[in-house]
């Protein structure tokens, strides 16, 4: 019987990530997930405003998580809303 297993040789490391890492990366996830269920509600034929409006608040709200978790020598522009 035939194995379907590849054999890698070259050995790879993860990198470590840190919990403020993974905390920059589920913010930025939720801001894009957030924006793109808002352009979604908006291209629909109903085109459902009130749901649109609270998921790109929840958008900025990401956003501003982020920009709370960027390094101190990063160049941030203000969030408003």
Not at 22 to 27: C, D, N, T, Y
Not at 34 to 61: D, E, F, I, W
């Amino acid at each position: 019987m035939r194995s379907n297993v590849i054999h890698l040789h070259g050995q790879t490391t993860a990198t470590p990530t840190t919990p403020q890492d993974l905390a920059a990366m589920q913010a930025h996830q939720a801001a894009e997930n957030a924006l793109a269920m808002a352009l979604h509600y908006l291209r629909a034929s109903a085109s459902n405003v009130p749901g649109a409006t609270r998921k790109a608040v929840q958008a900025l709200s990401a956003l501003r998580t982020l920009q709370s978790a960027a390094p101190a020598g990063a160049v941030s522009a203000t969030v408003e809303a």
